[in-house]
Every structure is written in C-alpha cells, then in structure tokens.
Nanobody
Framework: QVQLVESGGGLVQPGGSLRLSCAASGPILRINDMGWYRQAPGKERELVATIANGGSTNYVDFVEGRFTISRDSAKNTVYLQMNSLKPEDTAVYYC?????????????WGQGTQVTVSS
C-alpha cells in the first residue's frame, strides 16, 4: 500500500517558522507532481504549492515569498518551509502526490498535520 505521512506541524507564534515533511512509501515506481494543500476550520481545502518532477514550482498568491516547496526524489519526500507565519495560516496541511504503481497512476493524500499560528 502506498502511504503519504506528513510531519512537522505544531504551534508557532506569529512571525515564526515551521518545516513540514511528507514522505511517500510503498510499491512506488515513479512520482510525478507533489503538492501541499490546507484546510482551515469551516473552509474548503485549498492549494498552497506544487512541485513537478523536474522541480518547477507553483505557489498561490497568499504564500508566495513566505513559503518554499522542495522535494528529495531519492527519499520520495516533499517539504514545505513556512516562514513569516500569520494567524490566518492556521489550518490542517495535507500533502498529495501523483504516483505510478504497478496498477497505474493514482493521486494519494496524506492524513494531514495541524499548524496553529497563535500568540
């Protein structure tokens, strides 16, 4: 079974930083795009950033310049470095990845990690 496991969430003060990790494991042949999404209480899940297999990145406006997405293909891991955090960044953060297994290509999601920005 392919699994995505996030880590690195927690409580941080406004202006602080956190680094999220998401590691994929299982019978993986290839990983294409990987991404981070978030869902705040009472809101829809929204895109934060994506990174392609070749390394090109895409960010939504409200995190550009503060967040950085990166990946280590050898470790099947994607990271999200979050700086200058604001209370409105509080949400459950989810990673996803488009993964090729012996059964074909599927989109997988992690279980989520809570990020709380508060003084």
């Amino acid at each position: 079974q392919v699994q995505l496991v996030e880590s690195g969430g927690g409580l941080v003060q406004p202006g602080g930083s956190l680094r999220l990790s998401c590691a994929a494991s299982g019978p993986i042949l290839r990983i294409n795009d990987m991404g981070w999404y978030r869902q705040a209480p009472g809101k829809e899940r929204e895109l934060v950033a994506t990174i392609a297999n070749g390394g090109s990145t895409n960010y939504v406006d409200f995190v550009e310049g503060r967040f950085t997405i990166s990946r280590d293909s050898a470790k099947n891991t994607v990271y999200l470095q979050m700086n200058s955090l604001k209370p409105e960044d509080t949400a459950v953060y989810y990673c996803n990845a488009f993964i090729n297994t012996y059964l074909g290509w599927f989109l997988y999601w992690g279980q989520g990690t809570q990020v709380t920005v508060s003084s």
